[in-house]
């Protein structure tokens, strides 16, 4: 049974928990699980925007593609019906995406790996590249644990299939570990920081905005960060049907250039998107701040290039040698190179407020 906390700690802890509850698994990328609907796709139908006679079916995250967005000024006057799918993470949305349920949504760098593996009908058609300080693996303050190395036999939290869970597997291997060398607790972030929070687990992998808000809120501090160890790169994956019919595959030039123009508004307003950010998810407007300027606002739109399919290929590998997917495939062919025009190299520099936060 979980200790009864007392007073202000316990009422922040509850905010914190119901926050978390609330948030998308996939912000910059993505856990397993979701409630799921009627039709199987994982995902809560949303509003519409727009006008027209096409509509263009996307799947989306709590405070993600579409907050963003709006924020901007980005669906006004759009020429095409937008129709909001809301899914709790990444893997589902990707179910929803090889279902034809979903012509397209945004997720991180490792759910198309796991989604490949099961030889799901997708395809990568734009990528970002942000700064990596918001891939933490977090203990608590007063844990004795100092690097990374110390992590053998110990216990761990982690989305299955997130980007935090190939960052926990660079980083153990930078460390000389491998998973085998610890426990893996493979938790959703809620559960994950009742866990953290009741010292059921020693550490814990995850990301921005749940590094920001636990750094925050639940007295914790970063172990390592994926800086350096990991891409940074997350994808706007469609699905082949809609690439191969005229006006949507329009509509998804449309869209990526749109998602384009709001990133860019968002480096430049880091306040207002935290304000818009922290509305849509019941995040403090602190912790949102925090979690633009560590990593959200960083991002940079990209191409889906050779070296973006080559560092992606490095995370198959992995997951295929450690036989956490069940079959090893060319990332290659889930890449649709189309609107990849006049965008640099995958490889560029993420943007930057300064000192990381």
Known sequence: MRPALTGG???????????????????????????????GTGGVGGHTDGKGSLTLNVGDQKGGSEAMLRAAGELDDLPYKIKWSTFTSGPPLLEAVNAGAVDVG?????????????????????????????EAILVKKDSPLKSPAELKGKSIAVAQGSSANYQLVASLKAAGLSPKDVTLNYLQPADALAAFTRGKVDAWAVWDPYTSQALDQSGARILTTGQGLVNGL???????????????????????????????????????????????TGLPEEVALDAVKRTRGTAVPVAVDKAAIASEQRIVDAFAALKLIPRSFDFGELVDPRFNGGLPPSGTAPRTYGKAH
């Open 106 to 134: 945004a997720v991180g760098n490792t759910p198309p790996v796991f989604a490949g593996a099961a030889h799901s009908k997708i395809k990568v058609i734009a990528g970002s590249h942000s700064r990596s300080d918001g």
């Open 9 to 39: 700690r316990a009422a922040g802890r509850r905010r914190l928990a119901l926050a978390l509850a609330a948030l998308p698994l996939g912000m910059a990328l993505t856990a397993c699980g979701g409630a799921s609907r009627a039709d």
């Open 234 to 280: 997350s994808f706007q994956v469609a699905a082949p049907a809609a690439l191969d019919d005229r006006a949507k595959a329009g509509a998804l030039k449309d869209y990526t250039a749109r998602l384009r123009r709001a990133q860019d508004w968002v480096f430049k307003h880091p306040a207002d998107w935290a304000k818009a950010w922290a509305k849509a």
